[in-house]
């Protein structure tokens, strides 16, 4: 028994996550990956946590509630026989203790159900008989659709469930229309030697049952941890404004998705804060209407038609009611507030995959335009006399001398070299008389300035009142 046990428990890495099937934790025996059925024991370890019913669980989302009449030592994850009708079943424990009857009340169980009773801990006689009739399972459901085919009935068997005896089966089947099968369960009986039990499901058993990945990129949530379904509405969708296109909202069951459910109360609460939508506001130029609203940021959209955006005006929800307190007063404002920007106000979320461009550094920095000699001039104060820059530079031939270069159009051509002057001086110009020899800059810096004489005092301007 032990060994069984471990075995099925190394067969799922995740055993106990609550994905995963097989673990002493999880409980609800599918060896199929999957599990629905998960309950966390949260009173595991608290004195005085005694309850004589215990959960056991099956195939296929199923469960029963059976008493420990005997007081053995059960703990989830334990694999059990209990009575059945006729013969005994083979389950694992999924939940012990004062939990038990809380999930009695949330099954709806009637006070007045016999409960069944659990016999013993399951022996490997028992192991070994129920995994031959689970190894019966796939090959009664192929030849169950045959036989409904050839009896022309409108339903199709989805899954067999063997009772752990091998006794009895459960033909889980689907169907759109109410089904005669007296017939079906008669050739059923007499070709396998088993009693029959049949057992309609829905199509969101059905998914549940086959499992996939939903349009979020997660595992259906009816194949991993969704045990009961409720009835999915169209009202749900328009409280959420989702578009009633019937691609988008429904799911791999051809039904409508359950988690349109999961939100739609939080969306109620926020629509009962916000106007009617039959209420108008009324303002001195026109007459406006309820268009659309945001029920989680508290805005709503009046335009001044009723079947169209023209002349929309978005308003807050305190704005709004604001304006129908005038209104019901018999004031009429001069306008609504116009939809410009909002005030510059910061919106309290947004979406962070928008923020930011991921080819936001692909971008490449663009180079400056280089000034022509002319712009250069004018931007140096009329200074021609530029120093070549490192980059631009010609190379030397080694020999002191650079390699001729073409003439610009826009540089005046050098005056020739003249006879014993060397290659650094100046060559004096024949226009101004020779000034001597330049003084160096400690000279310059004491002469004294054009204002002021030798001894730092400020010369009479001689050119003063010949105006």
Same mark, same amino acid.
């Given at each position: 028994?032990?060994?069984?046990?471990?075995?099925?428990?190394?067969?799922?890495?995740?055993?106990?996550?609550?994905?995963?099937?097989?673990?002493?934790?999880? $409980?609800?025996?599918?060896?199929?990956?999957?599990?629905?059925?998960?309950?966390?024991?949260?009173?595991?370890?608290?004195?005085?946590?005694?309850?004589?019913?215990?959960?056991?669980?099956?195939?296929?989302?199923?469960? $029963?509630?059976?008493?420990?009449?005997?007081?053995?030592? +059960? /703990?989830?994850?334990?694999?059990?026989?209990?009575?059945?009708?006729?013969?005994?079943?083979? =389950?694992?424990? $999924? @939940?012990?203790?004062?939990?038990? *009857?809380?999930?009695?009340?949330? %099954?709806?169980?009637?006070?007045?159900?016999?409960?069944?009773?659990?016999? &013993?801990?399951? /022996?490997?006689?028992?192991?070994?008989?129920?995994?031959?009739?689970?190894?019966?399972?796939?090959?009664?459901?192929?030849?169950?659709? *045959?036989?409904? %085919?050839?009896? $022309?009935?409108?339903? /199709?068997?989805?899954?067999?469930?063997?009772?752990?005896?091998?006794?009895?089966?459960?033909?889980?089947?689907?169907?759109?229309?109410?089904?005669?099968?007296?017939?079906?369960?008669?050739?059923?009986?007499?070709?396998?030697?088993?009693?029959?039990?049949?057992?309609?499901?829905?199509? &969101?058993?059905?998914?549940? &049952?086959?499992?996939?990945?939903?349009?979020?990129?997660?595992? @259906?949530?009816?194949?991993?941890?969704?045990?009961?379904?409720?009835?999915?509405?169209?009202?749900?969708?328009?409280?959420?404004?989702?578009?009633?296109?019937?691609?988008? +909202?429904?799911?791999?069951?051809?039904? +409508?998705?359950?988690?349109?459910?999961?939100?739609?109360?939080?969306?109620?609460?926020?629509? &009962?804060?916000?106007?009617?939508?039959? %209420?108008?506001?009324?303002?001195?130029?026109?007459?406006?209407?309820?268009?659309?609203?945001?029920? +989680?940021?508290?805005?709503?959209?009046?335009?001044?038609?009723?079947? #169209?955006?023209? !002349?929309?005006?978005?308003?807050?929800?305190?704005?709004?009611?604001? %304006?129908?307190? @005038?209104?019901?007063? =018999?004031?009429?404002?001069? #306008?609504?507030?116009?939809?410009?920007?909002?005030? =510059?106000?910061?919106?309290?979320?947004?979406?962070?995959?928008?923020?930011?461009?991921?080819?936001?550094?692909?971008?490449?920095?663009?180079?400056?335009?280089? *000034?022509?000699?002319?712009?250069?001039?004018? !931007?140096?104060?009329?200074?021609?006399?530029?120093?070549?820059?490192?980059?631009?530079?010609?190379?030397?031939?080694?020999?002191?001398?650079?390699?001729?270069? *073409?003439?610009?159009?826009?540089?005046?051509?050098?005056?020739?070299?003249?006879?014993?002057?060397?290659?650094?001086?100046?060559?004096?110009?024949?226009? /101004?008389?020779?000034?001597?020899?330049?003084?160096?800059?400690?000279?310059?810096?004491?002469?004294?300035?054009?204002?002021?004489?030798?001894?730092?005092?400020?010369?009479?301007?001689?050119?003063?009142?010949?105006?």
């Amino acid at each position: 028994m032990n060994d069984y046990n471990n075995q099925v428990d190394n067969a799922h890495p995740d055993a106990g996550s609550g994905v995963m099937c097989g673990g002493n934790s999880c $409980g609800c025996g599918n060896r199929d990956g999957r599990c629905n059925l998960v309950s966390t024991n949260w009173l595991d370890g608290v004195p005085d946590n005694e309850f004589d019913i215990v959960e056991v669980l099956f195939k296929n989302t199923r469960r $029963g509630f059976y008493r420990n009449s005997t007081n053995l030592d +059960l /703990k989830t994850g334990d694999w059990v026989a209990v009575e059945a009708n006729p013969g005994h079943d083979i =389950g694992r424990i $999924g @939940l012990t203790g004062r939990l038990v *009857k809380n999930q009695m009340k949330r %099954v709806n169980l009637r006070k007045d159900a016999e409960i069944l009773r659990v016999f &013993r801990k399951a /022996k490997p006689a028992d192991m070994a008989r129920y995994e031959e009739a689970k190894a019966r399972e796939e090959d009664t459901m192929i030849r169950s659709r *045959k036989i409904a %085919v050839d009896l $022309g009935l409108k339903m /199709k068997i989805g899954d067999v469930e063997y009772q752990g005896d091998g006794n009895k089966a459960i033909f889980y089947y689907i169907a759109d229309e109410r089904v005669d099968f007296r017939q079906l369960i008669k050739v059923l009986a007499d070709v396998f030697k088993i009693r029959v039990e049949m057992k309609q499901i829905g199509a &969101r058993q059905e998914a549940g &049952r086959i499992g996939g990945i939903g349009p979020c990129g997660r595992p @259906l949530c009816c194949a991993t941890w969704m045990s009961s379904f409720m009835s999915v509405a169209t009202s749900a969708a328009r409280f959420q404004d989702i578009s009633l296109n019937p691609q988008n +909202l429904a799911g791999q069951c051809a039904k +409508l998705k359950c988690c349109i459910n999961f939100e739609v109360n939080a969306y109620v609460e926020a629509i &009962r804060q916000l106007p009617a939508k039959d %209420v108008h506001l009324e303002t001195k130029d026109a007459v406006y209407y309820y268009v659309k609203a945001d029920a +989680l940021k508290r805005e709503i959209i009046y335009s001044t038609e009723r079947n #169209s955006m023209a !002349g929309a005006v978005t308003l807050t929800a305190a704005q709004a009611f604001e %304006v129908i307190a @005038l209104n019901r007063n =018999g004031i009429k404002p001069d #306008s609504l507030k116009p939809d410009d920007g909002k005030n =510059g106000e910061p919106a309290p979320f947004g979406d962070l995959l928008t923020q930011d461009s991921i080819s936001r550094f692909d971008k490449k920095k663009k180079k400056k335009k280089k *000034k022509s000699n002319g712009d250069k001039a004018q !931007g140096d104060g009329g200074n021609k006399e530029k120093a070549a820059k490192p980059e631009q530079a010609a190379p030397d031939n080694g020999q002191g001398a650079k390699p001729d270069r *073409k003439p610009r159009p826009d540089r005046k051509p050098k005056r020739p070299q003249q006879e014993g002057q060397q290659p650094g001086e100046r060559q004096p110009r024949a226009d /101004k008389p020779n000034r001597g020899p330049r003084r160096d800059r400690q000279q310059r810096s004491q002469r004294p300035p054009k204002n002021q004489d030798g001894n730092g005092q400020s010369a009479p301007n001689n050119n003063a009142g010949n105006d």
